[in-house]
């Protein structure tokens, strides 16, 4: 070992895929040797399988795998009829997707602000958005609140707005698959409810992939006709417009593997976010989850005073400790979106929130010595 790298910690992987291929052992290998021996590479049995088994995960009627998260929110718009004239109205504080995939179906993305304590849709703000939309001429028609980092919006608040707007009610699963509300499962919560199994979010698999959610046959159906080219009785009678949207076998086989250890990973996570937050709850503002809401953690964000978080992410840095920031800026501000509606009042929850959050390394495998190493790193960063 040379002096450099005895002098410097080992780096800390911000979410290590490759600890969670050790404990899955040969079983993800075997899986896809499965799907190479029967060749079945599109919408092969084990995509039936793992739909199954993700519906029952989430107790629905049906669950819809598909490409990507984003397709997800597609497939879901589209089945709904959401299009020209139709205001969307999606938090600002998210990932690019919420929005872009209104702007997508050809409607309007109106933003609403978040709530300070969770980063989730503010209902006041939700009825804002409906106002604002209607007086710059459009209809509103649809709601996507994010379960942002994990943790599901406050439904039973949103709701009772939808219903009064009279709003179709998406739910931005993305980074929240296997959370609760009120003892129910994230899936269950909305009439459609979308989902992303990319890499990084907590059920992840190994590329891209989604699904989508509902109680409701007849958009179950339109939405397995959208998945494939708008597809009637077959792939070659076509009844409306429609994408290439389907999950890949292998993607699905990997899938399957990964449910079985997920509801551990889950318990795993919660376990390091609670130690996070009794070690920093003094020199971070440190994330709350609602009384009756359950967390996945898809990330463990903080919140410092304005002009900090960047000597913090300097210090973590130089001790090989990555920091993320979700998300630098809010959507109204972006570039493609900043000619779109936002609600009256305006979002400044989400634009304090980009200026002041920061996320430190969060997965299933992070061993308490590492924890306690950038717990300690963070203290001495803050000054604790
Ligand atoms: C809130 C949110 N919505 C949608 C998506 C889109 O998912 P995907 O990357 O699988 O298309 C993401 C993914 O990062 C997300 O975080």
Redesign the pocket.
């Known amino acids: 070992m040379n002096q450099r790298a005895r002098l410097d910690p080992a780096p800390i992987p911000f979410i290590d895929v490759a600890a969670q291929r050790r404990r899955l052992g040969r079983s993800v290998d075997d899986a896809i040797a499965r799907v190479l021996g029967h060749c079945q590479f599109i919408l092969g049995p084990e995509v039936r399988t793992l739909e199954a088994e993700l519906a029952a995960f989430c107790g629905t009627r049906h669950a819809i795998s598909c490409a ?6 597609i497939l879901v718009l589209m089945a709904a009829g959401v299009g020209p004239g139709d205001a969307v109205i999606c938090p600002s504080f ?2 690019t ?2 929005a872009e995939v209104a702007a997508l179906v050809g409607a309007t993305p109106v933003f609403a602000d978040v709530e300070e304590a969770t980063f989730n849709l503010d209902p006041e703000s939700l009825r804002r958005a409906c106002a604002t939309a209607r007086k710059a001429g459009l209809r509103p028609k649809a709601v996507i609140p ?1 379960d ?1 980092f994990g943790q599901p919006a406050d439904y039973s608040r949103v709701m009772p707005v939808a219903e009064a707007e009279d709003l179709f009610v998406l739910d ?1 699963a ?2 929240s698959f296997g959370a609760t509300y009120h003892n129910r499962r994230i899936g269950a919560l909305a009439p459609a409810t ?1 989902t ?3 890499p ?2 907590p059920l992840g698999c190994y590329g ?3 699904a989508v959610f509902t109680d409701d046959d007849d958009l179950a159906q339109v939405m397995r006709s959208v998945r494939v080219h708008g597809e009637g009785r077959n792939k070659y009678d076509c009844v409306r417009i429609g994408i290439n949207g389907r999950l890949d076998t292998m993607q699905a086989a990997v899938l399957i593997e990964k449910l079985k250890i997920f509801p551990d990973e889950i318990v795993a996570r919660a376990h390091v976010a609670r130690r996070y937050s009794s070690g920093l709850a003094d020199v971070a503002t440190v994330p709350i989850v609602a009384q009756g809401s359950s967390s996945v953690w ?1 990330q463990y964000t903080i919140r410092l005073a304005p002009g900090r978080r960047d000597a913090l992410a300097t210090a973590l840095k130089a001790q090989g400790i990555p920091t993320a920031i979700y998300y630098p800026i809010p959507l109204h501000r972006q570039v493609p979106y900043q000619g779109f509606p936002v609600a009256e009042g305006g979002a400044p929850v989400s634009e304090r929130l980009a200026d002041e959050v920061i996320s430190l390394p969060m997965h299933a495998y992070l061993d308490e010595p590492t924890q306690d190493r950038i717990i300690e790193a963070v203290r001495g960063a803050l000054g604790g």
């Open positions: 990507s998260g984003t397709d997800a929110l998210t990932f997707a919420t994010v942002l931005d993305a980074q979308a992303s199994f990319f990084a979010k891209d992939g989604g898809a």
